[in-house]
């Protein structure tokens, strides 16, 4: 039987990963005390107890937002995060902010709306063969302008209006996309490691944030669980069809049965 989230995060998986590393003790935030199981050589240790739970209640969340048609838009925008969200937020469908946070990228989206619409008029005369018809250094400006827009906003021009939910790996480097999130209701699910400032987020998940395969682990783990949403729901979607079609089927049959029925005049 299909289930809707088979999607886990296991122990063993963040601690190959390193997810369980977190800064130098001097750097730490008092408010991941909670989270912090010990130190080794000056370094905070993370107790991936919480860890494990708070992820796989976030998946589950994640999981339940895709089934519904609901959109989590990730957001990495430093060296570490930026690969690897702009790839799995792109094979999970859902929007990304991978290379720089525009201020007002939320709070401001009627306006940035109009950005969008522009870039999508640049894309669609590079198609139709507009810039061939300029000279060149009109058709250099308008290539340039065109890249500027896809690298800031080319992962959220098909978002259609504010997301259901962020995804955010290292809240103290995303801390304005957060600030914005919460300004409009939006619940945030991030990574915070232990030199992190946990308010403002609703899903915790006290991990590493900037090993590159413990980044991988959890964006791809998200990803996995929105994909498993969406087949869940279309799984669901066609057996109902299944479970209409004979009644419709049935029908011309019952009409028969009462003009048979109905004593000829």
Same mark, same amino acid.
């Given at each position: 039987?299909?289930t809707?989230?088979?999607?886990?995060?296991?122990?063993? *998986?963040?601690?190959?990963?390193?997810?369980?590393?977190?800064?130098?003790?001097?750097?730490?935030n008092p408010?991941?005390?909670?989270?912090? %199981?010990?130190?080794r050589?000056?370094?905070?240790?993370?107790?991936?107890?919480?860890?494990?739970?708070a %992820? +796989?209640?976030?998946?589950?969340?994640?999981?339940?937002?895709?089934a519904?048609?609901?959109?989590v838009? %990730? /957001?990495?925008?430093?060296?570490?995060?930026?690969? /690897?969200?702009?790839?799995?937020?792109?094979r999970?469908?859902?929007?990304? /902010?991978?290379?720089?946070? &525009?201020?007002?990228?939320?709070? +401001?989206?009627?306006t940035?709306?109009?950005?969008? +619409?522009? &870039?999508? $008029?640049l $894309?669609?005369?590079?198609?139709?063969?507009?810039?061939?018809? &300029?000279?060149?250094? !009109? =058709?250099?400006e308008?290539?340039?302008?065109?890249?500027?827009?896809?690298?800031?906003?080319?992962?959220?021009?098909?978002?259609?209006? &504010?997301?259901?939910?962020?995804?955010?790996?290292?809240? *103290?480097?995303?801390a304005?996309?957060?600030?914005e999130a919460? +300004?409009?209701?939006i619940?945030?699910?991030?990574?915070?490691?232990?030199?992190?400032?946990?308010?403002?987020?609703?899903?915790?998940?006290?991990?590493?944030?900037?090993?590159?395969? =413990? /980044?991988?682990?959890?964006?791809?783990?998200?990803?996995?669980?929105?994909?498993?949403?969406? !087949?869940?729901?279309?799984?669901?979607?066609?057996?109902?069809a299944e479970?209409?079609?004979?009644?419709?089927?049935? =029908?011309?049959?019952?009409?028969?049965?009462? $003009?048979? =029925?109905?004593?000829?005049?």
């Open positions: 039987m299909a809707k989230n088979p999607t886990k995060i296991e122990m063993r *998986d963040l601690l190959q990963a390193g997810a369980h590393f977190g800064h130098q003790t001097r750097f730490w408010k991941m005390g909670p989270y912090i %199981f010990g130190a050589n000056k370094i905070h240790i993370i107790n991936l107890e919480h860890t494990v739970k %992820f +796989n209640e976030a998946l589950t969340y994640v999981n339940g937002l895709a519904k048609k609901n959109k838009l %990730f /957001v990495g925008t430093k060296r570490a995060a930026s690969g /690897v969200i702009r790839e799995q937020a792109a999970a469908g859902m929007p990304y /902010v991978d290379h720089r946070w &525009l201020g007002g990228m939320l709070t +401001n989206w009627k940035l709306r109009q950005s969008i +619409n522009r &870039l999508k $008029e $894309e669609k005369q590079a198609e139709d063969g507009t810039f061939a018809k &300029l000279t060149k250094r !009109e =058709a250099l308008r290539t340039r302008d065109m890249e500027k827009l896809e690298r800031s906003l080319g992962g959220i021009k098909d978002m259609g209006g &504010l997301p259901d939910a962020i995804f955010v790996v290292d809240v *103290d480097h995303e304005i996309a957060i600030k919460k +300004n409009l209701g619940p945030v699910i991030g990574i915070v490691d232990t030199n992190s400032n946990p308010d403002n987020v609703d899903y915790i998940i006290p991990a590493n944030d900037d090993a590159i395969r =413990a /980044v991988t682990l959890y964006v791809t783990s998200m990803a996995d669980a929105i994909i498993a949403g969406k !087949e869940y729901a279309q799984t669901q979607a066609g057996g109902k479970q209409e079609a004979p009644a419709t089927e049935e =029908a011309p049959a019952e009409a028969k049965t009462e $003009e048979a =029925a109905t004593p000829a005049e």
